[in-house]
């Protein structure tokens, strides 16, 4: 199968910003996930807690934390695009004892994607949870931050897997 080329690399080798003058405008979605794994005492206080401790609410704060990284994420990532974001929503809930998944889903109508800004979102909604709870344990692993899947675009994508493709990346 050849290679194709990488997208954010020019011809003489040096990086570049993707140039997306001649893209059309569509719709554009992604949603990313990440997980934060607990000990198990330090889930149950968490959840006796209400999701609280010394330092505040910890799924509040950590909202607020990832939807500022999504709509900032041009200033972390060099070659991201600055974007006007239409929707940034996240959610936490616990999807086992120990195992809490973030989900960041990103919205907007332009000629670039918002994968990016989702898994960043999702990434540092993460950490923000860490960071509150971490006077409780360092034992607290992020397990992962994975696209769950995106729409619009040449291609969508639904669990990591491409499930269609269009040929000028109009809807």
């Known amino acids: 199968m050849p ?10 080798n040096h990086p570049r910003m993707v140039d997306v003058g001649a893209k059309a405008v569509t719709a554009r979605v992604a949603v990313a996930e990440a997980v934060v794994r607990f000990p198990r005492a330090v889930a149950d206080v968490l ?24 709509k900032r994420t041009h200033e972390l990532i060099p070659f991201c695009h600055p974007l006007a974001i239409e929707r940034c929503r996240i959610e936490a809930e616990f999807v086992s004892d120990t195992e809490l998944a973030i989900r960041c889903e990103v919205a ?12 960043t979102g999702a990434g540092v909604a993460a950490l923000t949870v860490y960071d509150m709870c971490k006077a409780l344990s360092h034992e607290i692993v992020i397990e992962r931050v994975r696209l769950l899947e995106k729409s619009g675009g040449k291609r969508d994508v ?14």
């Open 3 to 12: 290679r194709k080329p990488l997208t954010h690399v020019a011809a003489d």
């Open 47 to 70: 959840r006796e807690a209400g999701m609280r401790n010394k330092k505040g609410p910890v799924i509040d704060t950590a909202i607020v934390a990832g939807t500022m990284a999504a």
């Open 108 to 119: 907007i109508t332009h000629k670039t994607g918002v994968e990016m800004e989702a898994l």
């Open 158 to 171: 639904q669990g990591g897997k491409v499930v269609s493709r269009k040929r000028d990346g109009a809807r």
